[in-house]
């Protein structure tokens, strides 16, 4: 029969604070399992485990000992609380006699009736491990949030446990029955709950596959009205040009008196003639630009570039529009920046651009082009910084979308579309590199052009000491 006895800390656990024996049972015979199964289930329940969770923890500790009597007879089994961390409900499982009989070798058995049982109790309780020092078998469940472990609490189990019926073994039967069809019925119901998920997944993958088919839709219709607008551009622009060319040149006879004088009120209406004309024209060029790069129509023409020549070429180009001797222009070249091979025209095209708006927002101080090469990509790097105005934080994504211009005083001084920073970027990635922008205002803004130094579509070799040699001008 079994021995059931309940000892305080006082027992067996005396010098060991952290663990607090509830119970230990000696299973004797076969029947006895039963009522560890039973009182396993109380010892659970006492200490706040739900119904299910109870069930789990007895069945768990049947199976085990179930495995342990095949290998070692008479068995004594232990319900501790273990506060060391976590309180822990702790079932040992071990032979009840002076010799061992290699019961904690079973948790590593390949035996398949053995294993399986193995299994089954980790999955129940949170750990199944072996005690090699004490050949035991020690079982662990967290105890819940809501149990106490202080020592008034677990002596009113232990008083509880040792006054629980052991009962009889048709009652276990029925006991076990009942948990078995409860275990069906939330069985069922799991499998209800998965269906009805697998189903709303199902509907959810249907409607993802919906809006797939919606966004290509969309980005197809966006594609064809992107090509619809660069196409239109593309030709009104060019049927603007040649109207505006002759305007022009119409007003330029005018002002060269070749069919006759004029007046000074008819001057000043021909000269805002022929400057309303020169500003359109510069517009239409840039909407033609932007139009033939968005409809992959300009082709790059990479060749060798010598730095120092192109920007002696710029000086004399940018010169005059720097309004008063208040702005110096300077141009430097630093350390190995001597030579790349890329479009000369687009990249000349994008630094005019830069130094024209660095000197338009630039009251004084100084505009200044520095090409060197960036250390970390090994690219060469063009700065235009300047000391002007700058520009705010929520400004800088707004100056690279077509016709975006930052209100400012000094928007009047000189033509401006809002077309010239959108066209340098799509040029500078035709030229395989990018253009980035850091700015304070109050203190001005560097716009920074990284190139390859060899561009993609480059056959043209650099000389094999370009990348060494290093001149300032
Ligand atoms: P545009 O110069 O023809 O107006 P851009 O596309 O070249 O058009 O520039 C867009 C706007 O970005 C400018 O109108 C100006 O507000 C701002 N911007 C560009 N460069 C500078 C700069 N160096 N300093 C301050 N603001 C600048």
């Known amino acids: 029969m079994v021995s059931k006895n309940t000892m305080g800390d006082d027992g067996a656990m005396q010098g060991n604070a952290g663990r607090h024996m509830l119970a230990t049972v000696i299973v004797r015979q076969a029947r006895d399992q039963v009522t560890v199964r ?104 967290q105890l819940p949030a809501a149990t106490r472990t202080d020592p008034a609490s677990l002596a009113a189990v232990r008083a509880e446990l040792s006054q629980t019926e052991i009962g009889d073994d048709i009652a276990e039967v029925e006991q076990q029955n009942r948990e078995l069809l409860e275990t069906l019925a939330e069985l069922r119901q799991r499998q209800e709950e998965l269906t009805a998920l697998t189903r709303e997944l199902e509907d959810t993958n249907r409607g993802v596959v919906a809006l797939y088919a919606e966004i290509e839709e969309k980005a197809e219709k966006l594609r064809r009205s992107d090509e619809m607008k660069s196409r239109f551009l593309s030709n009104t622009s060019h049927e603007l040009r040649t109207p505006l060319s002759s305007i022009r040149v119409l007003a330029q006879l005018l002002l060269d008196r070749i069919d006759g004088d004029l007046t000074p009120e008819q001057e000043k209406q021909v000269e805002y003639i022929k400057h309303a004309t020169t500003g359109l024209s510069e517009l239409v060029n840039d909407l033609l630009d932007l139009a033939k790069i ?74 200044r082009v520095t090409a060197s090469i960036e250390a970390l990509s090994g690219m060469m790097r063009f700065d235009v910084s300047d000391t002007g105005i700058g520009i705010a934080n929520e400004h800088l994504p707004l100056i690279f979308e077509e016709f975006e211009q930052v209100a400012n005083p000094l928007q009047q001084r000189g033509k401006g579309t809002g077309l010239g920073l959108p066209l340098c970027r799509k040029l500078a990635t035709l030229l395989g590199g990018r253009i980035d922008v850091v700015s304070t205002p109050g203190k001005g803004s560097v716009f920074s052009l990284l190139l390859p130094i060899v561009g993609e579509t480059c056959t043209a070799q650099l000389p094999a000491t370009a990348a060494q040699d290093g001149t300032k001008t």
Do not use: W
């Not at 999955?123 to 090699?132: G, I």
């Open 38 to 141: 039973r009182l396993s289930r109380r010892v659970a329940e006492l200490l706040r485990f739900t119904a299910q969770e109870s069930i789990r923890i007895a069945t768990a500790v049947s199976e085990i000992l179930r495995i342990a009597r095949m290998h070692a007879g008479r068995t004594r089994v232990s319900f501790l609380i273990v506060t060391e961390a976590a309180p822990v409900l702790e079932v040992r499982i071990e032979h009840e006699g002076e010799d061992k009989r290699g019961l904690s070798r079973l948790a590593a058995s390949t035996e398949s009736g053995i294993d399986a049982g193995f299994t089954s109790a980790r999955r129940l309780m949170d750990s199944c491990r072996a005690d090699e020092h004490a050949d035991a078998i020690v079982l662990g469940r």
């Open 294 to 367: 968005e409809s992959g129509k300009v082709e790059v023409y990479c060749d060798q570039i010598d730095i120092a020549a192109l920007f002696g070429t710029l000086r004399g180009m940018l010169r005059p529009l720097t309004s008063s001797d208040a702005v110096a222009l300077i141009f430097e070249q630093k350390d190995a920046a001597t030579t790349l091979c890329s479009d000369e025209g687009k990249l000349s095209q994008i630094l005019r651009n830069l130094v024209a708006n660095a000197l338009k927002f630039t009251e004084s101080g100084e505009v």
